[in-house]
């Protein structure tokens, strides 16, 4: 069934800001075990796949940990590609535009792209897909994927763009690579890992909570206020704490909250208002009080539409867990911290 990406903050798109955006952390065991199980991951010496954080400049200010990318090989071709790591996205893709002079310099690759056997729909935008194709993470190799193809997204390039050696923003990776898996996401040392089974030394150190998911996505329960309700959690959206839609943005800050921060900049190529609030409601994560943040909201009747859809009131993103290991347990549906 195809599935409509909810709109978000665009890698790119961003034009500026007025911000006061809050960082921190959520700490779930003590700062000394903490660390020795951090240590102890270190010592397992697994396949980590190294991620690179993408920052700009907002309003004057550089904001480092705007988004997460990850070096890529598209099978056998010589050309230097990354990807955004997304996990509140549904397939993993290639840009439409972006991919177009590829598909030139590559007619084996052209004739990948399968028109007959499977479809999605992005925004209204039908899309098709590539198949097989084996991508490399970094030095990790992924086989015989489907990979969708976003037609009419992305930046467009030119053959002489295409063939330097500059990176090029390809496409996005999604939770379709990592399910009935364990994924590891290693914030402090900027890497991931996708295990088959979960080594005891990580299990033992780690606090789970149990999850949803559907279509890939994962929720996780948080309660707010008396309340429990569910949060995606996308690390494509890296510098929200909570990202909302403005009716289910009243659950963490009511309507008597003034505006505290706005950002001015587009989502998926159209123009947007996003608006921040200092929370007034206590918000929880299984038996863990979470530091007071803003919950950002647009108005926009597409988003609660959304949430509405996925049973959630909206999303969390990296923001909470930047000096954390978290692992989401694919195969046993949980979410651990440590």
Same mark, same amino acid.
């Given at each position: 069934?195809?599935?409509?990406?909810?709109?978000?903050?665009?890698?790119?798109?961003?034009?500026?800001?007025?911000?006061?955006?809050?960082?921190?952390?959520?700490?779930?065991?003590?700062?000394?075990?903490?660390?020795?199980?951090?240590?102890?991951?270190?010592?397992?010496?697994?396949?980590?796949?190294?991620?690179?954080?993408?920052?700009?400049?907002?309003?004057?200010? %550089?904001?480092?940990?705007?988004?997460?990318?990850?070096?890529?090989?598209?099978?056998?071709?010589?050309?230097?590609?990354?990807?955004?790591?997304?996990?509140?996205?549904?397939?993993?893709? @290639?840009?439409?535009?972006?991919?177009?002079?590829?598909?030139?310099?590559?007619?084996?690759?052209?004739?990948?792209?399968?028109?007959?056997?499977?479809?999605?729909?992005?925004?209204?935008?039908?899309?098709? @897909? @590539?198949?097989?194709?084996?991508?490399?993470?970094?030095?990790?190799? @992924?086989?015989?994927?489907?990979?969708?193809? %976003?037609?009419?997204?992305?930046?467009?390039?030119?053959?002489?763009?295409?063939?330097?050696?500059?990176?090029?923003?390809?496409?996005?990776?999604?939770?379709?690579?990592?399910?009935?898996?364990?994924?590891?996401?290693?914030?402090?040392?900027?890497?991931?890992?996708?295990?088959?089974?979960?080594?005891?030394?990580?299990a033992q150190k780690t606090t789970f909570v149990p999850i949803k998911i559907r279509n890939g996505r994962i929720k996780i329960p948080f309660e707010v206020g008396s309340e429990e309700h569910d949060l995606l959690f996308d690390t494509g959206s890296s510098i929200f704490s909570v990202y909302s839609s403005a009716e289910n943005s009243t659950l963490f800050a009511g309507p008597g909250i003034p505006i505290s921060d706005t950002i001015l900049g587009q989502t998926w190529g159209e123009k947007a208002a996003i608006y921040g609030k200092k929370m007034s409601t206590g918000v929880r994560l299984g038996k863990h009080k979470m530091p007071s943040a803003l919950v950002y909201y647009k108005i926009d009747k597409n988003e609660k539409k959304f949430e509405d859809e996925e049973s959630i009131i909206g999303l969390t993103g990296n923001a909470y867990f930047l000096k954390n290991i978290i692992i989401i347990d694919y195969r046993n549906k949980r979410f651990g911290v440590i």
């Open positions: 069934m195809p599935i409509r990406m909810r709109p978000r903050l665009s890698l790119k798109d961003i034009i500026r800001a007025n911000t006061n955006i809050l960082f921190f952390t959520l700490l779930i065991s003590s700062g000394a075990m903490g660390q020795l199980a951090k240590r102890k991951v270190d010592a397992l010496h697994l396949a980590w796949i190294k991620f690179n954080w993408v920052g700009d400049s907002l309003a004057n200010k %550089y904001f480092d940990k705007l988004a997460i990318t990850i070096p890529i090989q598209i099978d056998q071709l010589p050309y230097a590609f990354t990807a955004q790591l997304d996990l509140g996205a549904v397939n993993t893709m @290639f840009y439409g535009k972006s991919i177009t002079p590829y598909l030139q310099l590559s007619p084996e690759l052209s004739r990948k792209l399968d028109t007959t056997n499977r479809k999605a729909e992005e925004n209204g935008i039908p899309c098709f @897909f @590539f198949h097989p194709i084996n991508l490399t993470l970094d030095k990790v190799i @992924f086989r015989d994927l489907w990979v969708e193809n %976003y037609s009419n997204f992305g930046d467009s390039l030119s053959s002489d763009d295409a063939k330097n050696a500059t990176p090029k923003l390809i496409g996005t990776i999604a939770p379709d690579l990592f399910q009935n898996k364990y994924l590891i996401i290693d914030y402090p040392n900027q890497r991931i890992c996708l295990l088959d089974s979960l080594p005891g030394l990580i």
